[in-house]
C-alpha cells in the first residue's frame, strides 16, 4: 500500500463520518453534499434518489411530520469498514451500520443494515457516487418500523 493509496482511504473515511454526522443533525444538505451532483441514495426495497436535491427531498419527509416524530437523538455508528476496490477514479467499499434513537418510549437500538458504496473523487475529496442502504432489521416499535 502505498501514500496515494493511505490518503484515498483516509478521504473516504472522512466522507463516512461527514455523512453520519449530516444524517445524526438532520442537516439533509450537508448529508446530500456527501454525494455527487449525480449521486445515487438507493435504499433497498424503498425508494432511490438521484442528485442532491431528490436525496434532500427523499429524507426530508421528518420535517414536515408533527413535533415530536423526529427523534430527539439519532446516532449512526458505522463498523467493519472494508475497502472492496481501490483505483485512483472509484473505491467500492462495504461496511455494517447500527442506528440507535430515543423515539417515544424506545430508547436504544432502532434499525440496522449495511452499506455498499461506490463513491468517485470530486474537489480534493470523495463522494458517493452510489449508496446502496439495505436495513437488515428494525425494533417493531422504534423511529424506522414508523417510516
Not at 28 to 34: G, N, P, V, Y
Not at 67 to 75: H, I, L, N, T
Not at 116 to 141: C, G, K, Q, S, Y
Amino acid at each position: 500500500m502505498d501514500i496515494a493509496e493511505l490518503v484515498i482511504r483516509e478521504r473516504v473515511r472522512d466522507t463516512y463520518a461527514a455523512y453520519t454526522h449530516a444524517g445524526d443533525r438532520f442537516r439533509l444538505e450537508e448529508l446530500a453534499d456527501c454525494f455527487a451532483a449525480d449521486g445515487v441514495l438507493e435504499i433497498k426495497g424503498s425508494r432511490t434518489a438521484v442528485g442532491r436535491a431528490a436525496i434532500v427531498a427523499t429524507l426530508g419527509g421528518g420535517r414536515d411530520r408533527p413535533a415530536g416524530a423526529v427523534p430527539p437523538q439519532v446516532r449512526h455508528f458505522v463498523t467493519n469498514l472494508r475497502f472492496d476496490a481501490i483505483a485512483p477514479d472509484r473505491v467500492e467499499t462495504s461496511a455494517y451500520f447500527c442506528v440507535i434513537t430515543h423515539h417515544g418510549e424506545h430508547l436504544g437500538v432502532d434499525h440496522w443494515g449495511r452499506y455498499r458504496d461506490v463513491l468517485t473523487p470530486a474537489e480534493d475529496r470523495w463522494v458517493f457516487a452510489h449508496r446502496l442502504v439495505r436495513v437488515d432489521a428494525a425494533m417493531p416499535a422504534g423511529w424506522y418500523a414508523g417510516r
